[in-house]
């Protein structure tokens, strides 16, 4: 079955500083696609940055990258210069190509302190 | 604002009512989901339309839900003789098609159902 596994079920990072988000997924599919999403309190799920898999370089938006291991099945995400709207819910989630099937972990909880 | 909109918001319904939710997808995009979340888990994929067509289903999505998208533009999600464990937030995405390209869905503010 394919599954996707946040183990950190709350994490907090001081105001400035760099946080990693774990994320790991279990596949047997060669091709598919990776997402981190945002969900702050209240408000709708945003899109932070996506990853596909046939591409070796790390995505990287801003103050958000990714450090993608295929070999591990692994899929963090790495927030620089933590700001307070960081602060939200952060789902990986995965989709496997050509299916409309998004599989998505449990979330964790980002704190920002100030 | 342009983009995808759910009502009602809230909906508080006693055990055994039928309840019907609306998404309005943002207007270009062909493409549009619906997720079940429950408190402390992540969205849980539900169904998909590609314009009017249903194309997918999960094995979640029991007879008792129902989902349409007429003329493929907006969606209702109908849920019959409701039970407390449909309590959840019901979340719609749309996405446009592009050829080739994985497209970015673009989630609405959802439906928080409470069953009493």
């Known amino acids: 079955a394919q599954t996707v596994t946040q183990s950190q079920p709350e994490m907090s990072v001081q105001e400035a500083e760099t946080v990693t988000l774990s994320c790991t997924y279990d596949?047997?599919?060669?091709?598919?696609?990776l997402f981190w999403y945002k969900q702050p309190p209240s408000r709708q799920m945003i899109l932070v940055i996506r990853q596909e898999a046939y591409k070796q370089q790390n995505a990287t938006e801003n103050r958000f990258s990714v450090n993608f291991q295929k070999a591990a099945k692994s899929f963090s995400l790495k927030i620089s210069d933590s700001q307070l709207g960081d602060a939200a819910m952060y789902f990986c989630a995965y989709n496997p190509s050509g299916t409309y099937k998004y599989i998505f972990g449990t979330g964790t909880r980002l704190k920002v302190l100030a | 604002d342009t983009g995808v909109s759910q009502n009602p918001r809230h909906k508080i319904t006693k055990r055994g009512q039928n309840v019907t939710f609306r998404c309005d997808p943002i207007?270009?995009?062909?493409?549009l989901y619906w997720y079940r979340q429950t408190l402390g888990q992540g969205p849980e994929f539900l169904t998909y339309?590609?314009?009017?067509?249903?194309?997918?289903k999960s094995r979640l999505l029991s007879d008792r839900f129902s989902a349409e998208r007429p003329k493929g533009s907006f969606s209702t999600l109908e849920i019959q003789r409701t039970e407390q464990g449909d309590s959840a937030m019901y979340l719609c995405?749309?996405?446009?098609?592009?050829?080739?390209?994985?497209?970015?869905?673009?989630f609405g503010p959802g439906t928080r159902l409470l069953v009493l």
């Open positions: 339309f590609q314009n009017e067509a249903q194309l997918e």
């Open positions: 995405a749309s996405s446009p098609r592009l050829a080739g390209y994985q497209e970015t869905q673009y």
């Open positions: 207007s270009e995009h062909n493409r």
């Open positions: 596949t047997s599919e060669s091709d598919y696609y």
